[in-house]
């Protein structure tokens, strides 16, 4: 049952920007930790950034680190990845996750979007 909704994908030619969000209805998201995954074809899903529930705390992959953004907006219940900088190695279906225990780049979250695409190409 999908619990969480990411948005914001698309295509964008490299050193474009996209900002996704992740949203729900079901539960208070700033109760929950939230990180953001990807997958590209052939690989295996990757953690690429994460935001702590306790004091909003954030951690990014090395390979996104500078170029990503992760943030809050309490009012609106909704998880943003600001994504600048992009690159076609960027490309993937990006997924949002909820845990209510730190998890950090695991993949054990206990609730998953659906994923949106992203594709960066000239």
């Known amino acids: 049952q999908v619990q969480l909704v990411e948005s914001g994908g698309g295509q964008v030619q490299p050193g474009g920007s996209l900002r996704l969000s992740c949203a729900t209805s079901?539960?208070?998201?700033?109760?929950?930790?939230i990180a953001w995954f990807r997958q590209a074809p052939g690989k295996e899903r990757e953690g690429v950034s994460c935001i702590a529930s306790t004091d909003d705390a954030t951690d990014y992959a090395d390979s996104v680190r500078d170029r990503f953004t992760i943030s809050r907006d309490k009012a609106k219940n909704t998880v943003y990845l600001q994504m600048n900088g992009l690159k076609p190695e960027d490309t993937a279906v990006y997924y949002c996750a909820a845990d209510e225990a730190w998890k950090g780049f695991s993949d054990r979250y206990d609730y998953w979007g659906q994923g949106t695409q992203v594709t960066v190409s000239s």
């Open positions: 079901r539960f208070v998201l700033e109760n929950y930790v």
